[in-house]
T-cell receptor, first 115, second 113 residues
């Protein structure tokens, strides 16, 4: 079953605008990761935010995490046509540092940035 | 380029057949993960190996098996293939056994006819 649910399912914006995608999850987590996937290709890791962090930045990306609401958001500022892709959140559920790990992915948000 | 390699890129086979997908992790990574991406199920975790040992198991069918070899490369074996096994199969790797950034390979696209 899908742990994360992204919202919206699809987003279409103009170059230069900001894009915000949201993710909700159900269980306690160690961390939450965001990935990008260009059509039919591999997943590119964007950012990891740990459960004890509330906000993280990487270039034009800003991720927030609210563990009380079990939700996260990904903001892409000053979007470019090259940002067109599917964006997935993935949660790593609680388990010790020595226990195994698994990522549970949401269904993704398809972002289209129009030139 | 994540540093994770997967072969082959594409695989077309018939129902009932058996195939082997291969993954080489990033240099220094001890954990290897396998994921399946299909249109109806989305991205699903299959199995994790760490330094040769199975460490976590997801929704992996009994017809599927995996192993990690001493040189840390991994193979995913899919047998008695069905049409519904057609999907993208991704391998990912990480340094740690537990919670850690996972780096994904380009995937193997399997088509079962």
């Amino acid at each position: 079953s899908q742990q994360g649910e992204e919202d919206p399912q699809a987003l279409s914006i103009q170059e230069g605008e900001n894009a915000t995608m949201n993710c909700s999850y159900k269980t306690s987590i160690n961390n939450l990761q965001w990935y990008r996937q260009n059509s039919g290709r591999g997943l590119v890791h964007l950012i990891l935010i740990r459960s004890n962090e509330r906000e993280k930045h990487s270039g034009r990306l800003r991720v927030t995490l609210d563990t009380s609401k079990k939700s996260s958001s990904l903001l892409i500022t000053a979007s470019r046509a090259a940002d067109t892709a599917s964006y997935f959140c993935a949660t790593d559920e609680e388990g010790g540092e020595t226990s195994g790990s698994r990522l549970t992915f949401g269904e993704g948000t398809q972002l289209t940035v129009n030139p | 380029d994540s540093g994770v390699t997967q072969t082959p890129k594409h695989l077309i086979t018939a129902t009932g057949q058996r195939v082997t997908l291969r993954c080489s992790p990033r240099s220094g990574d001890l954990s290897v993960y396998w994921y399946q991406q299909s249109l109806d199920q989305g991205l699903q975790f299959l199995i994790q190996y760490y330094n040769g040992e199975e460490r976590a198991k997801g929704n992996i069918l009994e017809r599927f098996s995996a192993q990690q070899f001493p040189d840390l490369h991994s193979e995913l074996n899919l047998s008695s293939l069905e049409l519904g096994d057609s999907a993208l199969y991704f391998c990912a790797s990480s340094v740690l056994v537990g919670t850690d950034t996972q780096y994904f390979g380009p995937g193997t696209r399997l088509t079962v006819l």
